[in-house]
């Protein structure tokens, strides 16, 4: 902790990357080894373990996320360097939204504390790296979790979406609670794509235990009992193929090759 | 370059993230380190030319995606080991589609060469950090260019994301030569968004002349004249607001809290 106070409070919103040394970035090593305090999930927090030494640790259970955003925004206007952290990018679905919804509520001046941010490589992209090439054309990001989000408004976006011909990721497709919107998200695609687009599932992204699963939308039911919070959805668009165990959305580079 | 050919060829696939050493994460670093030879757009090769001593170096012009892909695919098949570098993520819009495109054509056998794909932080990522917390809600990424995708299909994609109440991630939005299509993307989500909905601009994020902007739809069109192939787009949901200097799209957190 900051004992001194002599500066007027800092908030870095720190990306962690999918949960490994060799992904987290040298600016968010930084900022984490520069704080005086970090706030996050306990998972999260442990991850980094070694690099908290000798700094305060405000270490929540899933769920509080305003809590531990409230927790951190008073330990920076009380002076201090504060870390928040966040599994992948602390910007995609991640703590940056809590620490500013907090902030606005406290009529923040938008300079006092000051707020950093540092992504991260989100889910979406330890997905696709492990897919193969998915990403190569217009995509979506689609979180199925109804907690927060009326299922009205989810359903809605995974309409326009199929219409859209978008590729599209899913992000918490299911829980034991939450078991059916997976098979919602499915019966909707397949009304705008063909039975044999492509569906990849990535579980435990460079962590132990990482799966990797390349099905396509009508096998998807059979593979749903295996789908959790921590599988990562990718689904294709109407161009996206599989070649010996990788998923590929063409760039259309092709087409210009053989005009050239 | 790999003179004893002992090994049966590796493609290390990169993303180098918005253009500063503090964001290469450490797996890009260790590809770069063990690559015999590095393929990619000239300026992004020029980025990391202090890791680059003693390697091959094929610098190619933009436009010559498919090119460099080959390039790098023989390599690879003559037992070196090759990396192809993106700005950003390599696997959004990057080079990972036409290494597996080519790759493909080849009719590969999907194990050698080895393919690796170490994704960075991508240019939607870099604009968020640097906006606020847009991306808190379902999001789209769409490129502009028409280049090599139908200006329907793009059209069809961005009233998709306007009905969908999707925030709207802009690439390539605006070149001399396509200099209208900005502003029927703008005309189409007005369609279905009003007019105060925020809208960040940023441009060479991280790098110097990094330039921020937010405005809103309404007054983005007199902002295009310094909109140009390096400027990202951040255009909000209905939901997201602008809060001293900084974009929000609130996660519904609040909500939670008021109800424990």
């Given at each position: 902790?900051?004992?001194?106070?002599?500066h007027?409070?800092l908030?870095?919103?720190?990306?962690?990357?999918p949960?490994s040394?060799?992904?987290?970035?040298?600016a968010a090593r930084?900022?984490?080894?520069?704080s005086?305090?970090?706030?996050?999930?306990?998972?999260?927090?442990?991850q980094v373990?070694?690099?908290?030494?000798?700094?305060e640790l405000?270490?929540?259970?899933l769920?509080q996320?305003?809590?531990?955003?409230?927790k951190?925004v008073?330990?920076a206007?009380?002076?201090?360097k504060?870390a928040v952290v966040?599994?992948?990018d602390v910007?995609i679905?991640?703590m940056?939204?809590?620490v500013?919804r907090v902030?606005?509520d406290?009529?923040?001046d938008?300079?006092?504390?000051?707020?950093e941010?540092?992504?991260g490589?989100?889910?979406?992209?330890?997905?696709?790296?492990?897919?193969?090439?998915?990403l190569m054309?217009?995509?979506?990001a689609?979180?199925l979790?109804d907690?927060?989000?009326?299922?009205?408004a989810?359903?809605?976006r995974?309409?326009?979406a199929a219409?859209g011909?978008?590729?599209?990721?899913?992000?918490?497709p299911?829980s034991r609670?939450?078991d059916w919107q997976?098979l919602?998200?499915?019966r909707?695609?397949?009304?705008?794509?063909?039975?044999d687009t492509p569906?990849g599932?990535?579980?435990?992204?460079y962590?132990p235990?990482q799966?990797?699963t390349?099905?396509?939308?009508k096998h998807?039911?059979d593979?749903?009992?295996e789908?959790d919070?921590?599988t990562t959805?990718?689904?294709?668009n109407s161009?996206?193929?599989?070649h010996?165990?990788?998923?590929v959305t063409p760039r259309?580079?092709?087409k210009k090759?053989?005009?050239a």
């Amino acid at each position: 902790m900051n004992n001194d106070k002599s500066h007027s409070g800092l908030l870095y919103l720190v990306g962690l990357g999918p949960g490994s040394d060799k992904v987290l970035t040298p600016a968010a090593r930084a900022a984490l080894e520069d704080s005086d305090a970090v706030v996050g999930f306990r998972a999260y927090v442990d991850q980094v373990a070694g690099l908290l030494e000798g700094k305060e640790l405000v270490a929540m259970e899933l769920g509080q996320e305003l809590e531990r955003a409230a927790k951190a925004v008073d330990l920076a206007y009380a002076g201090n360097k504060v870390a928040v952290v966040s599994s992948g990018d602390v910007g995609i679905y991640g703590m940056a939204g809590p620490v500013f919804r907090v902030l606005t509520d406290r009529e923040w001046d938008g300079e006092t504390p000051s707020v950093e941010t540092v992504p991260g490589v989100s889910a979406l992209q330890s997905a696709a790296a492990l897919l193969g090439s998915p990403l190569m054309q217009d995509f979506c990001a689609i979180s199925l979790s109804d907690l927060l989000t009326p299922w009205e408004a989810i359903r809605r976006r995974l309409v326009a979406a199929a219409q859209g011909d978008f590729v599209v990721v899913l992000y918490n497709p299911r829980s034991r609670r939450r078991d059916w919107q997976l098979l919602e998200a499915r019966r909707i695609l397949l009304e705008h794509r063909s039975e044999d687009t492509p569906v990849g599932l990535v579980r435990d992204a460079y962590r132990p235990g990482q799966r990797i699963t390349i099905t396509d939308l009508k096998h998807l039911e059979d593979h749903c009992p295996e789908v959790d919070m921590v599988t990562t959805l990718v689904i294709g668009n109407s161009t996206t193929y599989v070649h010996r165990g990788h998923m590929v959305t063409p760039r259309g580079y092709e087409k210009k090759l053989s005009q050239a």
